[in-house]
Structure formats: C-alpha cells, structure tokens
C-alpha cells in the first residue's frame, strides 16, 4: 500500500518482485523498497551461487541456508520474464496448517520465485520448498 501510494501507482497493479543476493554482502542500510529477507532454509536442493541458480543437493544434506533474498513491490508488467521455479515459502517444515479465512494455510507465507536453468517441473518433482524455521 506504500509502495502505491509513493508512486501513485493503483495497487492491484503491484506484485512482489525477488532478487537473491549472492555473497556474504552486510546491508547495513534498509532498501528503498521492500525488505531484505535473511535466515530462509531451502530444502532438496541448494543455491549455486556461480551460475546464480537453484542447483542439485549434496548427497545426505536436505536443508541448506539461502541467501538474503531482496524482496520488492513493483509494477506487474516491470517483473521481467525469466526462467523461474515459483517456490513456496513455509514458516515450518509442516507444509500444512490451519485453513484460514482466506482459504490458505496458516502456514504458507508467500511463493518466491527463484532463477533456475532446469523447467520448473524439476524443482516440483523433488519437493523443493523454503522454509523460516527448522526442526530442532
């Protein structure tokens, strides 16, 4: 709603729009828009960070930790088109919650889309999803 406001923008027009910051980058300043996401784990696959894309797990290692994840309002038609696995992002590893008012999961925070090389299908297949807490 700021974000449609500041720029007189109508705000079903707006989409979150994703970046993934390689590296171990200190963001001592917040961003002009959105915010930066730290502390996300990914399962069934990991972030290859010298092709800046999801990649194949080492074997016998199911979580990994993601890196900060730039998260932005923007216009719909300025998201660029890109090959992209729309990832879920849970608050648990449940994958499962409480059906709210609005007919998601009390669980289910929001989908994030991640650059890939492979089709989407392959990400889906093995069940890759973030997550904001771990098992203890």
């Given at each position: 709603?700021?974000?449609?406001?500041?720029?007189?923008?109508?705000?079903?027009?707006?989409?979150?729009?994703?970046?993934?910051r390689d590296g171990e980058?200190?963001?001592?300043?917040?961003?002009?828009?959105?915010?930066?996401?730290?502390?996300?784990?990914?399962?069934?696959?990991?972030?290859?960070?010298?092709?800046?894309?999801?990649?194949?797990?080492?074997?016998?290692?199911?979580?990994?930790?993601?890196?900060?994840?730039?998260?932005?309002?923007?216009?719909?038609?300025?998201?660029?088109?890109?090959?992209?696995?729309?990832c879920p992002l849970y608050?648990?590893?449940?994958?499962?919650?409480?059906?709210?008012?609005?007919?998601?999961?009390?669980?289910?925070?929001?989908?994030?889309?991640?650059?890939?090389?492979?089709?989407?299908?392959?990400?889906?297949?093995?069940?890759?999803?973030?997550?904001?807490?771990?098992?203890?």
């Amino acid at each position: 709603q700021n974000y449609a406001r500041r720029y007189t923008v109508e705000i079903d027009k707006i989409d979150l729009d994703f970046v993934v910051r390689d590296g171990e980058e200190e963001f001592k300043e917040p961003p002009k828009d959105g915010v930066y996401c730290k502390g996300i784990f990914i399962e069934a696959c990991k972030w290859d960070e010298d092709n800046h894309v999801l990649g194949e797990s080492e074997p016998k290692v199911l979580f990994t930790q993601f890196p900060v994840i730039w998260m932005f309002p923007t216009e719909i038609d300025k998201i660029k088109a890109s090959k992209s696995y729309t990832c879920p992002l849970y608050k648990t590893t449940d994958r499962r919650g409480i059906l709210s008012t609005t007919g998601h999961s009390t669980n289910f925070v929001c989908d994030i889309r991640v650059p890939t090389d492979c089709d989407a299908g392959h990400w889906t297949r093995r069940g890759v999803a973030m997550f904001l807490a771990l098992p203890e």
